[in-house]
């Protein structure tokens, strides 16, 4: 399973954007690349995933380097909804092996 | 319609004593997770069902911790002879088949063992 790498903790004020890396340099070529976050006493939440190129819906944006040995999570505008701890996970790109392993990942404050 | 569904939420139980946990996926999902959550910890990865293939056990701690799925569908999660290290929040998800499937979370059981 590739391993990732993400920031411990990040800050942010409301309203701003937030930018949120991730570095899975072990990743294969037919690794997807999903994010989950937890908000306090809640179970997980899918945010968004992709392959190779970026992609948008409407809770944030996914950038991919050409090279897909990281990404970067974007919320456009953050809101104090959106302090939780994000999680990066690469999952194998084949029917029945999607296990998802949480890392530590990055817990988002946001600052009013 | 409904997610997914975790009884009991709260569940206090003896040093030793025997616990169940369900999990209700959501109707169709044939993917179904446990992890365990102890607390300001991360998401440990226990048991992973897909289908009718054999289920992926590779994180159940010990030999105490086993769990079924039934018809495809309800999933329970046994531990024997519960410790009190045992004490977190049991979260189970399922989500379709498919090459990157949606994940839907359960709100958990919160196991406490005295």
């Known amino acids: 399973d590739a391993k990732t790498t993400q920031p411990n903790s990040m800050e942010s004020n409301e309203e701003e954007p937030v930018h949120l890396p991730c570095n899975h340099s072990?990743?294969?070529?037919?690794?997807?690349i999903h994010w989950y976050r937890q908000l306090p006493s809640q179970g997980p939440e899918y945010v968004i995933h992709g392959l190779t190129s970026n992609v948008n819906n409407r809770m944030a944006s996914l950038a991919i380097a050409e090279d897909r040995k990281s990404s970067t999570l974007i919320l456009h505008r953050a809101t104090l909804r959106d302090a939780a701890v994000y999680y990066c996970i690469p999952t194998r790109g084949i029917q029945g092996a999607q296990k998802l392993v949480f890392g530590q990942g990055t817990r988002l404050t946001i600052n009013p | 319609g409904a997610g997914v569904s975790q009884s009991p939420s709260n569940k206090v139980t003896e040093k030793g004593k025997d616990v169940e946990l369900r999990c209700d996926p959501i109707s169709g999902h044939t993917a179904l997770y446990w992890y365990r959550q102890s607390l300001g910890q991360g998401l440990e990865f226990l048991i992973y069902f897909q289908g009718n293939s054999a289920p992926d056990k590779s994180g159940l701690p010990s030999d105490r911790f086993s769990a079924e799925r039934t018809g495809g569908s309800v999933s329970t999660l046994t531990i024997q002879r519960t410790q009190q290290e045992d004490s977190a929040v049991y979260l189970c998800?399922?989500?379709?088949?498919?090459?990157?499937?949606?994940?839907?979370f359960g709100q958990g059981t919160r196991l406490t063992v005295v």
């Open positions: 998800a399922s989500s379709l088949a498919g090459r990157a499937p949606e994940a839907f």
């Open positions: 072990t990743i294969s070529g037919t690794d997807y």
